[in-house]
């Protein structure tokens, strides 16, 4: 059995197919886990989320966390829906909505076919809304973002697993574990030495695959926790 960890795929479908298809070569028992940030930057947000459902109708154990921009999208949803007065009147665009379009949801609305984010069926929504924040395995927590380990308890703080850039890790809290996360693009020589050395407490599996043209970037990586295999597929998409 097979337990892979697939960070962020933003909008990258093509690729995430590739990836699963024809580098992992998908059996029966895989398990998959995503880190979030399924959507915006690519070109075809939808079709990602459409082939993990996809994955879990057949059979395949799927996990995925909400990221940031899941975040941003149903939130966005949300905020059109309970709008009233002038923003109601003359489809005032909030700061929220226009902040997520500039990062990327305008590219998410084409790929639904959308020129306004109500027109995304609202099944997508419950879907994003419903999502776990973190998860466990062995002796990894698995997040999108990270944890605020100012607090106590570090599970208190929901926003700081979605969105949190930098975070310092105290090892009193962590335990003997080991945090996998994606969300801040790093190279791949970073991610094989987190991956490789026991002093890192983390390991950062984004290499940002929307950033093709910047060296040392643009793929799409599976990590198999049982054996820390890595596989690297390059940007299809853009």
Known sequence: MRTWVIPDVHGCFLTLQTLVEDLIVLRDDDTFIFLGDLIDRGPSSRGVIDFILKLGEGGIKTTVIKGNHEDYMAKVYRGEEAKSGLRKLFGLKSETYKEWLLYGGEKTMKSFGATNVLEIPVKYIEWIESLDLYTEFKNFLIVHAGFNFNNDDI???TQSMM??????????????RKIIHGHVPVTLDFIFQSINSDSFRFIDLDNGVYMPEKPGYGNLLALELNTMELLIQPNLDI
Do not use: H, M, S, Y
């Open 163 to 176: 969105w949190v850039r930098d975070f310092k890790i105290d090892p009193a809290k962590l335990g003997n």
């Open 155 to 157: 599970f208190k703080d």
